[in-house]
C-alpha cells in the first residue's frame, strides 16, 4: 500500500479501497481522507470531552500567578507537557481551597484530551460512592477494569470528606491496579500526615499513600482563597456602584 491506502485502510473507507485501481490517481483522494480524519478527529474529542466531565474551567493562561504566596509556576507549566503520563507519573497538588488546584487540574486535563489520552475528571466522593454502591462482586471488578483503564484519572477534592474502611479499601485496590501503568492525578486540602483524618478508620492508609506517592510530583500551593478574593472585589465595585452621586 502506498500512503493514501493506508490512510483509507485506516479509516476503514473500505467501498473506496475495493475501488482503488480506479480513483488512486484522482485529484479529490488525498482532500477527502483529510476531510474524513479532521471530522473523525472532531467527533472523538468531542466524545472523549463528554466523557471525561472536566466541565467549564479558567484557562491556565488567566490564572493570576501573583496571588498565591506559594506556587511553582514552573513546574506547573512543565506538567502542561504531560511527560509525566509517560512513565505513570502521579501528581498531587496541595492546598487549602480555592486557591485554584482544581483549575490546574482542569486544564491538565484538557490537555491531555487534546493529546488523544482518556480523561475522567471526577471528585472522590462520587467515585468512591459509585465504587462502594454496586451490588456483587463481578459488577465491583467490572467498575474498577473501567476506573484502572483510564490513561489520566483526576481525583478531585480528596481530604474534603471523611470516608469510611471500605471506601479506603476501594481506593487502595484501584491504586494498586493503576500503579506504575497509569497515571493519577489528586487534589487535596490535607497534608499527607493528616490522610487518617480522611480514612479515620482504615488500616490500609500508610500502604495506600506509600502507593500513591512511591511515583509522583508534589507541588504545594498556598494563599488565600481566590474565590474570596473576587468575591471580595465584586462587594466592592458594587458598593461603588450604589453610592450616590453628589
Known amino acids: 500500500m502506498n500512503e ?8 476503514r473507507l473500505h467501498g473506496l479501497l475495493a475501488h482503488w485501481p480506479e480513483i ?3 485529484d479529490w483522494v488525498p482532500q477527502l481522507l483529510d476531510w474524513e480524519e479532521q471530522e473523525r478527529s472532531r467527533r472523538s474529542l468531542e466524545r472523549r470531552l463528554s466523557d471525561a466531565r472536566v466541565g467549564r474551567f479558567k484557562p491556565l ?6 496571588w498565591p504566596t506559594r506556587c511553582d509556576r514552573q513546574a ?3 506538567l502542561m507537557s504531560l511527560s509525566f503520563m509517560a512513565d505513570a507519573t502521579n501528581v498531587f497538588l496541595v492546598g ?20 488523544g489520552h482518556t480523561v475522567l475528571f471526577i471528585t472522590a466522593g462520587k467515585m468512591l460512592g459509585d465504587l ?7 459488577a465491583l471488578r467490572r467498575r474498577l477494569r473501567q476506573y484502572a483503564a483510564i490513561d489520566l484519572l483526576c481525583l478531585d477534592e ?39 483524618e480522611v480514612f479515620p ?10 502507593r500513591l506517592t512511591h511515583h509522583s510530583e508534589l507541588i504545594v500551593l498556598e494563599g488565600e482563597s481566590y474565590r474570596v478574593k473576587e468575591s471580595r472585589e465584586r462587594a466592592q465595585q458594587q458598593q461603588k456602584r450604589r453610592k450616590p452621586k453628589t
Open 4 to 11: 493514501l491506502q493506508q490512510r483509507a485502510a485506516a479509516l
Open 24 to 26: 488512486a490517481h484522482a
Open 61 to 66: 493562561a488567566d490564572f493570576d500567578w501573583a
Open 76 to 78: 506547573i507549566e512543565d
Open 96 to 115: 487549602p481551597n480555592g486557591i485554584g488546584k482544581t483549575m490546574v487540574a482542569q486544564n491538565l486535563a484538557y490537555q491531555a484530551l487534546l493529546q
Open 132 to 138: 462502594a454502591a454496586l451490588d456483587g462482586d463481578s
Open 158 to 196: 480528596v481530604g474534603y470528606l471523611s470516608y469510611s474502611s471500605r471506601h479506603a479499601d476501594l481506593l487502595f485496590e484501584l491504586t494498586n491496579r493503576r500503579y506504575e501503568h497509569k497515571s493519577t492525578l489528586i487534589t487535596t486540602n490535607k497534608s499527607f500526615q493528616e490522610w487518617n
Open 201 to 210: 478508620n482504615a488500616a490500609c492508609t500508610v500502604s495506600l499513600i506509600d
